[in-house]
């Protein structure tokens, strides 16, 4: 059995900030390529599914890496997994900023960045819980907080310094590299909470969720999860592609706009998302996707109209839809899942709403290899959001994890 080490032993008044700030640390090396795709695809001379592939890699770090790394915390200790990732995510940010012209080394920095962030959700979260002894609720909401930060500035700063600074393919992949061994040094001094840690029974065993079956996980939590990341990498991954002429002088920071409104309207509405959710109803689940629904009306206008207010629009939006599917995702997995269940069923939700930074790739391939345009491409995706809300509905009150 893994046991915890009381806070109160740390010292220092607030013992989970330099924890906090390894999470942003992560965060914002998860994301500042994002604002930066323009750049590749317009003065790099790569591909738009190309461009968009590079965005995808780092789910193919993030996903191993949130589903091993907490049961490898459990059994070894949080500083063992948490440490080495601010400096996972400057490595890949040194490949990223040395390969500007190399399809290789960009691929394999974004997969770094995803291992840290990886680690930084699955442990860093828990480290945070565990060493906020002041306020044990506020854990996971200083978690949150600090992804959602690491987010938001790693976007707003590559964004404008790639715009305005010299140097743009390497000045912000720096500016991060120095944050992350900041983080590490402000690691280095923060004790271990586990400190008991149960090494007796096989790690696969770790590795079984049985509530992942769950009848209500898959009939209300999966048709939502997708949309979580599929909704924000429309916001800021294809609708800066497609207004990159449509936006002055200025299309790599107008790029960084888009993430930055996008991020903010989900970091703003998740608290309304909390006020709506209840346990007898799938009701923050139903609005969420709703949401959805209406930014996606709003990008298939806004990839036809193809003007700023309207991108900004469909980009806040969709921002919303995002914020609100993931934080009542969460509220379903928390009550679906038992006590030994809710790292390993919240790592498997994050890992499926990860998969929906497939869909700029997906949808780049679509339009380049058929006679498909992005309005309609997204007018499918309308449909698909209304086929997702009615399976919720229809499920909405059944299923309850009471009645398992």
Same mark, same amino acid.
């Given at each position: 059995m ?8 740390t010292?220092g ?5 330099p924890v !906090?700030l390894? +999470?942003?640390a992560?965060?914002w090396?998860g994301?500042?390529?994002t604002p930066l795709?323009?750049m590749?695809?317009? =003065?790099?001379g790569f591909s738009p599914v190309?461009?968009?592939v590079?965005?995808?890699?780092y789910?193919v770090?993030?996903v191993p890496a949130?589903?091993?790394g907490?049961p490898?915390?459990?059994?070894? =200790?949080r500083r063992?997994?948490m440490?080495?990732a ?10 990223i900023?040395?390969?500007?012209h190399?399809?290789? &080394?960009?691929?394999a920095?974004?997969?770094l960045? =995803?291992v840290a962030l990886g680690?930084? +959700? ?10 906020s ?7 996971a909401?200083?978690a949150?907080?600090s ?6 500035? =790693?976007a707003?700063?590559?964004?404008v ?11 912000p992949?720096a500016?991060?590299?120095g944050l992350?061994v900041?983080?590490?040094l402000a ?10 840690g149960d090494r ?5 065993d770790d590795?079984r969720i049985?509530t992942?079956?769950?009848?209500r996980f898959l009939?209300v ?5 997708p949309?979580?990341f599929? !909704?924000?990498?429309v !916001?800021?991954?294809?609708?800066p592609?497609?207004m990159?002429?449509h936006?002055g002088?200025?299309?790599v920071?107008?790029s960084a706009?888009l993430g930055?409104? !996008? ?6 509405i998740?608290a ?7 346990p007898?109803?799938a009701?923050?689940v139903l ?7 209406v930014?996606m009306? &709003? ?6 109209v193809l003007?700023v207010?309207?991108?900004l629009?469909a980009?806040?939006?969709l921002?919303?839809?995002?914020? +609100?599917?993931m934080?009542s995702g969460l509220?379903?997995v928390?009550r679906?899942?038992g ?8 790592a498997v939700?994050y890992?499926?709403t990860?998969?929906g930074?497939a869909?700029?790739?997906l949808?780049a ?5 058929t006679?498909?345009?992005y ?5 499918a995706g309308v449909?698909l ?5 009615a ?5 909405s ?5 009471a009645?398992?």
């Open positions: 893994t046991t915890t080490a009381p806070a109160s032993s010292t008044t607030r013992p989970w900030l !906090a390894g +999470m942003l992560v965060a090396g994301n500042e390529f795709l323009v590749y695809r317009e =003065g790099y190309v461009v968009d590079f965005l995808f890699a789910v770090g993030i949130l589903l091993v907490g490898l915390s459990d059994r070894y =200790g063992p997994l440490l080495p601010p400096l996972i995510a400057a490595a890949g940010s040194l490949l900023a040395l390969g500007s190399t399809a290789a &080394l960009l691929s920095g974004r997969v960045s =995803g680690l930084g +959700m699955a442990v860093g979260g828990s480290w945070v819980k565990e060493l002894a002041d306020s044990p609720t506020a854990g909401r200083r949150a907080m992804l959602t930060a690491g987010f938001a500035t =790693g707003g700063v590559a964004g310094l790639a715009q305005w600074a010299p140097w743009p393919d390497v000045l992949y500016v991060h590299i992350a900041l983080a590490t690691l280095a001094g923060v004790r271990e909470t586990v400190v008991d007796t029974t096989p790690l696969r590795l049985p992942a079956g769950h009848a009939t939590v999966l048709p939502v999860a949309w979580v599929g !909704a924000a990498s !916001a800021y991954a294809v609708l592609g497609l990159a002429d936006a002088a200025f299309p920071a107008f706009l930055v409104v !996008a991020l903010s309207s989900g970091f703003a998740q309304l998302g909390r006020r709506i959710d209840t007898s109803s009701r923050a609005v969420a996707l709703a949401i959805v629904v930014g009306v &709003l990008v298939a206008v806004a990839a036809d003007v207010p309207m991108a629009l980009a806040a939006v921002g919303g839809g995002y914020g +609100m599917a934080v509220q379903e928390q679906i899942a006590p030994r269940d809710l790292a390993g069923l919240t939700f890992s499926v990860y998969l930074f869909v700029p790739a949808l391939l679509l339009v380049e290899e006679s498909l345009t309005p309609e491409l997204f007018g449909l959001a209304v086929a997702s809300f399976v919720v509905a229809r499920n009150r059944r299923h309850l994890p009645s398992r």
